[in-house]
């Protein structure tokens, strides 16, 4: 399952959640967004331990700006609330479980 993240939840979904968050920044015009985001839902169905979520940067400038997310698609991983890992760019899916261990 791939939570949606605003502003007003991603204290509780992403710096609050237990374990390791997956958190894809992306944008609905951006081509290589729409080729990783079926990768990111198959990671969030196939690997269990791991929350998934997705910010759309357009409607949630200010968590892009937050994460000095520069260019998407971006994946950050979360991990008691601090970034433990990120990666720019489509990356394959392996690359993607790779990046979450």
Not at 34 to 62: F, Q, R, T, Y
């Amino acid at each position: 399952m791939v939570t949606t993240i605003t502003t007003s939840n991603f204290d509780t979904e992403v710096l609050q959640a237990e374990g390791k968050v997956l958190v894809d920044f992306w944008a609905s015009w951006c081509g290589p967004c729409k080729m990783l985001s079926p990768i990111v839902d198959e990671v969030a169905n196939e690997v269990s331990g791991l929350k998934v979520c997705k910010i759309n940067v357009d409607e949630e400038p200010a968590l892009a700006r937050k994460y000095k997310v520069m260019s998407i698609p971006t994946l950050i991983v979360f991990e008691n609330g601090q970034p433990v890992n990120q990666n720019v760019g489509f990356i394959s899916k392996e690359q993607v479980i790779a990046l979450t261990k």
